[in-house]
């Protein structure tokens, strides 16, 4: 099968958008949409989520499900604001309940906050499969970046989160709570195990000189060419390696209220008794002798 894939690009934060459907019955899927949000004000808006929207209503699209590769620690999700106005389903990997247990305790959520998935409307395990018109939605677990982290087959089409960026670009970070260069290099493998013909969606790009955005590349490209990961490179090198990079990388900008807002399924904190919401930063003070 081979699906009809459409890619929106946010500028902003590198992010690729997609949607996903069935040419014949018009029904599909979203996967990693992205809010606007201001950090320095504050504000929300949903210019790129209507950009979605905008292509599903001119196309008459049935999207059924709205679906995250992971919690993203990038950018903050659509997926309530895209759910309210399609009555899709949102779902993610089944390992959203470690990445959420991890983040109840960093942000001193309250007891309250459920840490079984229960925000989201399916949380799916390795090896699950459902139907999106005559299409076949198949799940494979991709760890290694997060514990949610999960790649999404869909006919010749994979949608691997940040699991592999494009070739000349390597492989994704492994440093944040949860992650492990031993299983990003094992999840990779399963990638490189998949059908020779399948299309490789990345959810980033961040092209380099005048090089413009690429959301596609072929499964023989990342195989013969990535610089992280390419066929030949052993999996010790590699783990070395990731763990000695990710040792110099700055955290995302926007990794304190993405996180927040992404492991509740795209839901805001409750206002509080002024009517506001707010999200919380915590804030780290240098040890006495540093």
Same mark, same amino acid.
């Given at each position: ?19 996903? +459907? ?5 029904? #599909? ?12 004000? #504050? =504000? ?6 209507? =950009? ?24 903050? !999700? ?9 009555? &899709?389903?949102? &779902?993610?990997?089944? #390992? ?33 499969? +459902?139907?999106? #018109? ?11 970046? !997060?514990?949610?982290?999960? !790649? ?18 390597? *492989? ?25 013909? *399948? ?20 499964? &023989? ?8 990961? =390419? ?32 492991? &509740? ?26």
């Amino acid at each position: 099968m081979k699906p009809v894939v459409i890619s929106f690009f946010h500028d902003e934060t590198c992010t690729f958008t997609y949607v996903v +459907f069935d040419a014949e019955q018009r029904s #599909g899927v979203v996967i990693d949409p992205v809010l606007d949000f201001d950090q320095a004000s #504050g =504000k929300v808006s949903y210019e790129s989520a209507n =950009k979605v929207l905008d292509y599903v209503n001119e196309h008459q699209l049935t999207i059924e499900w709205i679906l995250e590769t992971h919690a993203h620690a990038d950018h903050l !999700t659509a997926a309530q604001y895209l759910k309210d106005n399609t009555n &899709a389903q949102v &779902a993610i990997g089944k #390992g959203i309940a470690v990445v959420q247990k991890t983040f109840k305790k960093i942000y001193n959520l309250s007891e309250k906050f459920p840490v079984e998935g229960e925000q989201f409307d399916r949380c799916f395990s390795d090896g699950d499969s +459902f139907s999106v #018109g005559s299409l076949t939605v198949d799940v494979i677990a991709t760890p290694g970046h !997060t514990n949610d982290s999960v !790649t999404y087959l869909i006919g010749d089409a994979a949608f691997i989160g940040d699991t592999l960026f494009h070739p000349s670009l390597g *492989t994704a970070r492994c440093d944040f709570p949860g992650g492990d260069a031993a299983m990003l290099f094992n999840s990779i493998q399963r990638l490189f195990a998949l059908p020779q013909n *399948t299309r490789i969606f990345l959810c980033h790009d961040y092209p380099e000189g005048d090089r413009s955005p690429i959301c596609q590349v072929t499964l &023989a490209e990342q195989k013969i060419a990535n610089i992280h990961v =390419k066929e030949g490179n052993s999996k010790q090198d590699f783990i070395a390696f990731r763990t000695a990079r990710d040792h110099s990388l700055a955290v995302p900008r926007l990794l304190l209220p993405a996180i927040q807002v992404n492991i &509740a399924a795209g839901h805001f904190p409750t206002p509080e008794s002024d009517q506001q919401v707010y999200l919380k930063s915590p804030v780290t003070f240098p040890q006495i002798g540093d």
